[in-house]
């Protein structure tokens, strides 16, 4: 074993801290349903960008709005 990691075990691994990664990256933001909503990727809190929290989504971000 090479002791590499293969990428769907890091997606795996990103994918269960999803939410604390979010607050920590964006920490003006809140979760809503199963997706933490922030103002831009600076963090500052709005709805402009969403984070999918959960589900074979995760950890999709969406630019919701200009």
Known sequence: MS?????????AMLASQME????????????TGAEWMAGSVAGEPGTKLAVHLEGSKNPLVLGLSV
């Open 3 to 11: 002791g590499k990691l293969k990428a769907a075990e890091v997606s």
């Open 20 to 31: 604390a990664l979010a607050r920590e990256l964006l920490p003006g933001g809140k979760k």
